[in-house]
């Protein structure tokens, strides 16, 4: 029940987005896409309202000149077909123009000025140039007309406006003459292209959309992963045996201990959008715990041994401070290498621990003082873990002291008070575990301690939720474990659904006080160890607190 | 609703905006195009296409046609200049006479070969070889020449090529040949020695000082034989002859080959004096001479004026030795312009 209500807040850990990805999937995906949207319209908008256009027309206002000449080079400077026309301000006048070799035409002009014809201004207006006369003109009786001459390759002669169309001008010497006839000419040259390419300015546009759609699709999905999750939705394994403790510490913190494939990274995104739009009344992150119960756990229980160990950090952070949490990382990482499960006769033996610990008085009242800061701080952190039904059963058992009926409850209150003196000695991680599972056998009869202390009823339900630090400290046990052993007994009897589990924890607890001073820091390090199963335990006994207020 | 007007203005300004950028990036035609001049411009082009060559002499033969059939010999100068012109007239002079136009006249339409030159400047001759008659005459060697940037190619001279002669290589039309001078070197002689030399060659036969630097030829072979049978009959008649060669100055045409060597086209005016002896009178020698001379009253002395086209092709210096180190003469044409009864 309890493992169930943890299995459902665990569940439905995914579908909180965490800021990184709200800022990725609300803000920069927009942004992209937004970009995208804009870099097609000027896209489409360069390819048609904006498309550059096929027809060039520039033309030239030239007077006072008989002979223009078109450079070489400018005919084919657009498009290698070209239309020259001239158009004379007196419509009546015999016009020529002839396409020569560059040569030839200053060979004709010899000795008459000309205006060049040497390039583009703009899109619309020709350049020209004043051209001095060089050499002497030299008529002979056998001069022919402009338009009789051998010279040219084509020419054309009118009345007004003229016009050649010629081809293939590109890379050619040619170029152009106009002969306007001698008397006082003024006229208007045009050159027309029709462009076969033109520039296109939509390929660009198009290409940063592409760009803008697939970074915006990368946004919203791959890089709003968690860096560990977009580790395993690329295949990456997160959590490796050599990731860094903060690195745990971080992934345990933020709750990501689902693999979350790039599939469900954005349907997450658009479950998050529904979510605002639809304004759901209750929110499943936030699931009160009397619901949790009705629902199902969504995946098989996942035993993460390092849950286990960040318990008893949690726990001992709360009570001790962050040595306790640094002690209990170190511990966290050798029971990953040993052990990958709480196996039940753990749990026994940390009840049966429990119990026996329960009926020590307080010699460490101090650290009893402390129990009950820490009391309430572990049952959210508990919450979180599946496996914890043990441990929390335990914590249940102890925070029922109340109830007369557990004595578990007492025995986890001396065993707090106990334990708080001893919750430094958790550095001895690796000897509790071998002890908590060396005392499985033992401590079937220790779960129910807590009947021996009566006076530690005062203390036990501040030191209930205290059960794991109190397991901690089993040097206090010593004179209770023998008390506690026929309690335990009858303790198990009540405690029906943990009986496995708090048999094994008061097994171990008896250990624990059942050793002497000498033995002392061993129990401690068993308790600590104990004391760290018990925080599961912790969520266990409050599960089963909460099923039997039910009852 | 001063707040909404604000908004509103706000936004309308937005839309402004944004249209105003996106209409200042309307319509880009793209980079103006810059002018580069055609790197052809350094190398050489030929004066003429091949179009533009058959054009050119396709005109003129159809004016020469309408002469020669007109018999009128008033535009003849618009279409011939040089020797060709005088030979010319005095062809169609002859036939007016004859009623006949010498064979000899004939040019065919179809061409074998055309050499055009690349020269920028002017006077510019074009060679053309056109083929064989349909009477199966030898193929002729025509000259075309613009004196000037203002006037049209004119036909110059016309060479019967002789049989079996085997003319230099030139380079193709559409790369051009180059037109030569008459002070070329380079050559076994410049072309003015080689036109003189020849001259003197026809003048004095084989006991000419240059006549081993010429090759044997069928015109000097010609010349020569009747030459021969002229001096058998002046002999007969206790008469005497005497031809005289002289190159014109100036009527020269050269264009260079693809070997290094040239092909010089040059008139050579030639006398020929005939003095019969004994009182007798000298009469023309041939029908051509006889129709020049027309009604004119014979004396002893008769006096006949030739025109003379020969072609010649001067090796280059370095070419090999041996045989090939003569000018060799590859066409010749001769025509009497005038008879004079001195």
């Not at chain 1, 209500?5 to 965490?18: D, I, M, Y």
């Not at chain 2, 015109?219 to 060669?245: A, S």
Request: charged share 25%; with cysteine.
């Amino acid at each position: 029940m309890s493992e169930t209500s943890e299995k459902t807040k665990t569940a439905q850990r995914p579908h909180e987005p965490t800021r990184h990805a709200k800022i990725m999937r609300g803000i920069v995906t927009p942004i992209f896409g937004l970009l995208a949207v804009c870099f097609i319209v000027f896209g489409v908008l360069n390819a048609t309202i904006w498309k550059p256009s096929r027809h060039i027309e520039a033309s030239a206002h030239v007077q006072k000149t008989q002979y223009i000449m078109v450079d070489s080079g400018v005919l084919g400077s657009v498009d290698k077909d070209v239309t020259v026309s001239v158009l004379p301000s007196n419509t009546q006048a015999d016009v020529c123009m002839a396409v020569g070799t560059q040569k030839d035409a200053a060979g004709w002009v010899e000795g008459h000025p000309y205006v060049r014809v040497t390039g583009l201004d703009s899109w619309t207006q020709l350049s020209t140039v004043d051209q001095q006369a060089h050499g002497t003109a030299s008529p002979s009786g056998n001069d022919v007309e402009f338009g009789d001459s051998d010279m040219w390759r084509e020419h054309v002669c009118t009345v007004g406006q003229a016009r050649l169309s010629l081809k293939d001008m590109v890379n050619t010497p040619l170029v152009a003459l106009i002969d306007l006839g001698a008397t006082d000419p003024a006229s208007t040259v045009t050159m027309e292209w029709d462009r076969q390419q033109v520039p296109d300015f939509a390929m660009p546009f198009y290409f940063a959309a592409g760009l803008c759609a697939i970074l915006a699709v990368l946004c919203a999905s791959v890089f709003a992963l968690e860096p560990a999750r977009r580790r395993k939705a690329m295949g990456l394994d997160g959590m490796d045996d050599d990731a860094s403790t903060f690195q745990k510490i971080r992934h345990v913190v933020h709750g990501d201990d689902d693999e979350v494939s790039v599939g469900e990274a954005v349907a997450g995104t658009f479950k998050t959008v529904g979510r605002s739009l639809k304004r759901k009344p209750r929110d499943p992150a936030k699931g009160h715990r009397r619901h949790a119960k009705a629902e199902k756990p969504s995946s098989p229980a996942i035993v993460d041994p390092s849950n286990r160990n960040m318990v008893a950090d949690a726990a001992a952070a709360a009570t001790v401070g962050a040595t306790s949490v640094v002690n209990a990382m170190d511990g966290a990482e050798v029971p990953e290498e040993e052990t990958a499960v709480i196996s039940p006769d753990e749990l026994q033996a940390y009840f049966a621990r429990l119990a026996r610990e329960e009926h020590v008085e307080l010699p460490e009242a101090p650290t009893g003082e402390l129990a009950p800061v820490s009391v309430n701080e572990p049952h959210d952190e508990l919450d979180q873990y599946d496996q914890h039904d043990a441990a929390s059963g335990v914590q249940d058992a102890a925070d029922d002291a109340n109830t007369e009926s557990d004595g578990v409850e007492d025995g986890n209150a001396e065993d707090n008070s106990v334990a708080e003196g001893n919750s430094t000695e958790a550095d001895n991680d690796a000897d509790d575990t071998a002890d908590n599972d060396n005392a499985d056998g033992d401590n079937t009869a220790d779960d129910n301690t807590a009947d021996d202390s009566t006076a530690a009823d005062s203390v036990e339900d501040d030191s209930a939720a205290d059960g794991t630090t109190a397991e901690l400290s089993a040097d206090g046990d010593n004179g209770a474990a023998d008390d506690n052993v026929g309690d335990d007994n009858a303790d198990i009897a009540q405690a029906d659904e943990h009986d496995q589990q708090e048999p094994d924890e008061d097994a171990s607890t008896e250990e624990g006080t059942q050793q002497d001073e000498s033995d002392g820091p061993t129990e401690a390090e068993q308790a600590t160890s104990q004391d760290e199963k018990s925080t599961s335990e912790h969520d266990e006994e409050q599960a089963e607190r909460e099923e039997e207020d039910e009852r | 609703m001063n707040g909404a007007m604000k908004r509103t203005m706000t936004r309308l300004a937005a839309v402004g905006a944004v249209l105003a950028m996106g209409i200042s990036l309307a319509a880009c035609e793209g980079e103006l195009p810059k002018t580069t001049q055609a790197s052809t411009d350094t190398q050489a082009i030929p004066d003429l296409t091949v179009e533009q060559e058959d054009a050119m002499r396709t005109k003129l033969m159809t004016v020469i046609e309408r002469i020669n059939d007109s018999k009128n010999l008033v535009n003849l100068a618009q279409a011939m200049t040089g020797p060709e012109l005088q030979i010319r007239t005095s062809e169609i002079e002859i036939a007016e006479k004859t009623n006949n136009l010498d064979p000899k006249t004939k040019i065919p339409t179809d061409i074998t070969q055309t050499v055009i030159p690349t020269d920028n400047g002017w006077p510019r001759s074009v060679f053309t070889i056109t083929k064989t008659t349909d009477d199966q005459q030898s193929k002729r060697l025509l000259v075309f020449t613009q004196d000037s940037a203002r006037t049209n190619y004119k036909l110059w001279g016309v060479a019967r090529l002789f049989q079996g002669v085997k003319l230099p290589k030139f380079a193709i039309p559409t790369i051009g040949a180059q037109n030569g001078t008459q002070d070329d070197s380079g050559l076994l002689m410049t072309p003015k020695e080689a036109v003189q030399r020849y001259a003197d060659v026809l003048q004095n036969g084989d006991k000419s000082a240059y006549a081993g630097e010429f090759a044997d030829d069928y015109f000097r072979q010609e010349l020569g034989q009747l030459q021969q049978t002229v001096q058998q009959g002046m002999e007969r008649n206790k008469g005497t002859q005497n031809q005289t060669f002289t190159p014109v100055d100036g009527e020269l045409r050269v264009m260079r080959s693809a070997d290094g060597g040239d092909l010089v086209v040059a008139q050579i005016n030639s006398e020929w004096t005939r003095q019969a002896g004994e009182g007798r009178e000298s009469q023309p020698a041939s029908e051509s001479e006889k129709a020049l001379f027309g009604d004119g009253k014979p004396t002893s002395t008769m006096k006949v004026t030739y025109v003379n086209v020969v072609a010649l092709y001067i090796p280059p210096k370095s070419s090999a030795e041996g045989a090939e180190r003569v000018v060799t003469a590859m066409g010749a044409e001769r025509q009497p312009i005038k008879v004079e009864a001195l």
